[in-house]
């Protein structure tokens, strides 16, 4: 079983009411919307008696989850009314208009948006699967919040995935993988997108999540020792200089290790393996902590990027510098503001937190005005029908960066987009690579060269007799594949 931890580092426990009002009451003040969320529970709470989940749970554990998730982003009433009743329309016999009697217009509005499409109104599973997946993605044209409570909704999910069978497992992780992480990466929730990604590395390469478990658990030790020394310091000389700011240090999240290592990087050789954020008030002090930092340890210059100057374009902003630190030790320093700490964390939803008052305003307009992603699928929505292919072309448009195929026995393969049979055979191994002389694509025969697509299920056949031809390092995606072709071709 994986264990999920919450931000203060404790395995996660199940959520009670309370700890749900505990968080809500922390930041929500007026009592009209306190009973709002406390009406949404209980009304929930009938609606779902006597269902349960495969893990043998009471079913409102898991909305009242969804909404301690949007709770600790400091969600708006109407969002966490919303979270509680998410599956009422869905999966019992409440309606979109009972709930705008019962509650308002706008939380049956945000319950609707996240209501999949039932399935008696499809011919196929593909084709449900493909139109409620336009559904969420073009919800970002009404209100961003629909993405947001269905992001928390999947997080949940994925957090108790354990109790679903291996295939089911599979199919959701790779589900999250192409939708839900790159939703949460151009919203800017960094925090959703990082745990999301570990949890699907889990169920789809479980020995690689466990290895790099281990050597995390290996080097943990003398990182903390390392980055605790490194920050002891800092700390010292940002006192001295009068820069008010807060630290804290991290080891790269497994996911991202794992990727890493996948391209052929040795654990050593990941230049933000370590890392100390450094949160200060105002702009000139980041640029006055950087300098500190570069004249107490030696700067590795090919690793600065200045993110604040040139900001991401889901508004991601910090300063990233890599110093040769401790022992010998690659070390990122992170430094931003506070406010671009909570917006780096968990994108448009910081502005709850940071914005206050207008916040949901100001989430959509940015949403319309800075992200460049929400044109593209505005305009992809408007040029294309058939919903299957509206999802084929968002996913190439804006997910595009990697691919999950199967093999023959089931098994998943991670290839960057635009990869062929040939890179597929040498992501098997060399032996295999070098020896291709046919594939089958989804029990058709393809030419080797052809073009991969998501959940494609990809079968070799091989001639021990056979070498690979140099033409192929023209039309392979991989530096592996073309790196062997040109060792052993013909």
């Given at each position: 079983?994986?264990?999920?931890?919450?931000?203060d580092?404790?395995i996660?426990?199940?959520?009670?009411?309370?700890?749900?009002?505990?968080?809500?009451?922390?930041?929500?003040?007026?009592?009209?919307?306190?009973?709002?969320?406390?009406?949404?529970?209980?009304?929930?709470?009938?609606?779902?008696?006597?269902?349960?989940?495969?893990?043998?749970?009471?079913?409102?554990?898991?909305?009242?989850?969804?909404?301690f998730?949007l709770?600790?982003?400091?969600?708006?009433?109407?969002?966490?009314?919303a979270?509680?009743?998410?599956?009422?329309?869905?999966?019992?016999?409440?309606?979109?208009?009972?709930?705008a009697?019962?509650?308002?217009?706008?939380?049956?509005?945000?319950v609707?948006?996240?209501?999949?499409?039932?399935?008696?109104?499809?011919s196929?599973?593909?084709?449900?699967?493909?139109?409620?997946t336009?559904?969420?993605?073009?919800?970002?044209?009404?209100?961003?919040?629909?993405?947001?409570?269905?992001?928390a909704?999947?997080?949940?999910?994925?957090?108790t995935?354990?109790?679903?069978?291996?295939?089911?497992?599979?199919?959701?992780?790779?589900?999250?993988?192409?939708?839900?992480?790159?939703?949460?990466?151009n919203?800017?929730?960094?925090?959703?997108?990082?745990?999301?990604?570990?949890?699907?590395?889990?169920?789809?390469?479980?020995?690689?999540?466990?290895?790099?478990?281990?050597?995390?658990?290996?080097?943990?030790?003398?990182?903390?020792e390392?980055?605790?020394e490194?920050?002891s310091?800092?700390?010292?000389?940002l006192?001295?200089?009068?820069i008010?700011?807060?630290?804290?240090?991290?080891?790269?999240?497994?996911?991202?290790i794992?990727?890493?290592?996948?391209?052929?990087?040795?654990?050593?050789?990941?230049?933000?393996l370590?890392?100390?954020?450094?949160?200060?008030?105002?702009?000139?002090?980041?640029?006055?902590?950087?300098?500190?930092?570069?004249?107490?340890?030696?700067?590795?210059?090919s690793?600065?990027?200045?993110?604040?100057g040139l900001?991401?374009?889901?508004?991601y902003?910090?300063?990233?510098?890599?110093?040769?630190?401790?022992?010998?030790?690659?070390?990122q320093?992170?430094?931003?503001?506070?406010?671009?700490?909570?917006?780096?964390?968990?994108?448009?939803?910081?502005?709850?937190?940071?914005?206050?008052?207008?916040?949901?305003?100001e989430?959509?307009?940015?949403?319309?005005?800075?992200?460049?992603?929400?044109?593209?699928?505005?305009?992809?929505?408007?040029?294309?029908?058939?919903?299957?292919?509206?999802?084929k072309?968002?996913?190439?448009?804006?997910?595009?960066?990697?691919?999950?195929v199967?093999?023959?026995?089931?098994?998943?393969?991670?290839?960057?987009a635009?990869?062929?049979?040939?890179d597929?055979?040498?992501?098997?191994?060399?032996?295999?690579?070098?020896?291709?002389?046919?594939?089958?694509?989804?029990?058709?025969?393809?030419?080797?060269?052809?073009?991969?697509?998501?959940?494609?299920?990809?079968?070799?056949?091989?001639?021990?007799?056979?070498?690979?031809?140099?033409?192929?390092?023209?039309?392979?995606?991989?530096?592996?594949?073309?790196?062997?072709?040109?060792?052993?071709?013909?």
């Amino acid at each position: 079983m994986i264990n999920i931890l919450r931000g203060d580092g404790e395995i996660m426990r199940e959520v009670t009411y309370e700890d749900l009002m505990d968080n809500v009451k922390s930041y929500i003040n007026d009592d009209e919307s306190l009973e709002l969320i406390s009406r949404a529970f209980f009304c929930a709470n009938k609606f779902h008696a006597g269902q349960k989940r495969q893990s043998g749970e009471d079913y409102i554990v898991h909305p009242l989850s969804v909404a301690f998730i949007l709770s600790e982003m400091k969600a708006d009433a109407d969002t966490i009314c919303a979270g509680l009743l998410h599956d009422t329309i869905e999966d019992t016999s409440m309606s979109k208009e009972k709930i705008a009697a019962d509650f308002n217009e706008t939380i049956a509005k945000l319950v609707d948006g996240v209501t999949k499409i039932s399935k008696m109104n499809f011919s196929s599973r593909e084709e449900q699967v493909a139109t409620n997946t336009r559904k969420i993605i073009t919800s970002l044209q009404e209100d961003v919040r629909i993405v947001i409570i269905k992001l928390a909704d999947r997080l949940h999910n994925m957090r108790t995935l354990e109790y679903k069978s291996e295939f089911k497992q599979k199919e959701n992780a790779l589900e999250t993988m192409e939708i839900f992480v790159p939703l949460a990466y151009n919203l800017g929730a960094y925090k959703i997108k990082s745990e999301l990604e570990d949890l699907a590395l889990y169920y789809l390469k479980n020995d690689a999540y466990v290895s790099i478990e281990d050597k995390i658990s290996e080097m943990n030790p003398e990182a903390t020792e390392i980055t605790k020394e490194m920050a002891s310091d800092m700390t010292a000389i940002l006192n001295k200089h009068g820069i008010p700011f807060d630290y804290m240090t991290r080891i790269k999240s497994i996911y991202g290790i794992y990727k890493k290592l996948s391209k052929g990087k040795k654990m050593s050789d990941i230049h933000d393996l370590l890392a100390i954020k450094i949160m200060t008030d105002s702009v000139d002090d980041c640029y006055r902590t950087l300098g500190l930092v570069h004249n107490e340890f030696a700067p590795l210059n090919s690793k600065f990027r200045d993110y604040i100057g040139l900001p991401k374009t889901n508004m991601y902003r910090s300063l990233h510098t890599t110093v040769f630190g401790y022992e010998g030790h690659l070390v990122q320093f992170q430094i931003r503001t506070y406010d671009m700490e909570k917006i780096d964390n968990y994108g448009l939803t910081a502005y709850w937190d940071i914005k206050k008052h207008n916040a949901e305003y100001e989430m959509q307009e940015d949403l319309k005005n800075k992200l460049p992603f929400f044109q593209t699928i505005k305009d992809i929505d408007y040029l294309t029908n058939d919903n299957a292919e509206f999802v084929k072309n968002v996913k190439r448009e804006l997910f595009n960066k990697t691919i999950y195929v199967y093999t023959y026995k089931g098994d998943v393969v991670e290839l960057p987009a635009g990869s062929t049979p040939i890179d597929f055979a040498y992501k098997l191994g060399a032996d295999i690579g070098n020896t291709i002389v046919s594939a089958t694509v989804n029990d058709t025969y393809v030419p080797v060269d052809t073009i991969l697509q998501n959940r494609d299920r990809v079968k070799i056949i091989t001639n021990d007799k056979s070498l690979p031809n140099d033409e192929w390092r023209d039309k392979v995606k991989t530096v592996k594949a073309k790196k062997l072709i040109k060792k052993y071709s013909r």
